[in-house]
Nanobody, 120 residues
């Protein structure tokens, strides 16, 4: 059974920092592309950051220079360090995993989401 469990969301003032963490199980974590997306009510889910199997990160334009994604292969976790938070960063943040299973089929899984609220 695949599980992606996010933690670390909360309320923070503008300019502050938060660190989100996603613990993955049931997937070949070392081969998966892990990512963080966010969504606000009425809007589509937006890419925040991804990190591939060799550790190469990618970021959405709105978070470049402020957010850092990292992964711990041994713990099967992917973290998102967020600094200089802005009210516009307020959203539900979702952990995402993409890859291929042992049968050669592609998969994509989502966590349940964690709320980040940035007050002005």
């Amino acid at each position: 059974q695949v599980q992606l469990v996010e933690s670390g969301g909360g309320l923070v003032q503008a300019g502050g920092s938060l660190r989100l963490s996603c613990a993955a199980s049931g997937i070949d974590f070392g081969r998966a592309v892990m990512g963080w997306y966010r969504q606000t009510p009425g809007n589509q889910r937006e890419l925040v950051a991804t990190i591939n199997s060799v550790g190469t990160p990618g970021y959405g334009n709105s978070v470049k220079g402020r957010f850092t994604i990292s992964r711990n292969i041994a713990k099967s976790t992917v973290d998102l360090q967020m600094i200089s938070l802005e009210p516009e960063d307020t959203a539900s943040y979702y952990c995402n995993a993409k890859g291929m299973n042992i049968y050669g089929r592609g998969y994509e899984y989502w966590g349940q989401g964690t709320q980040v609220t940035v007050s002005s």
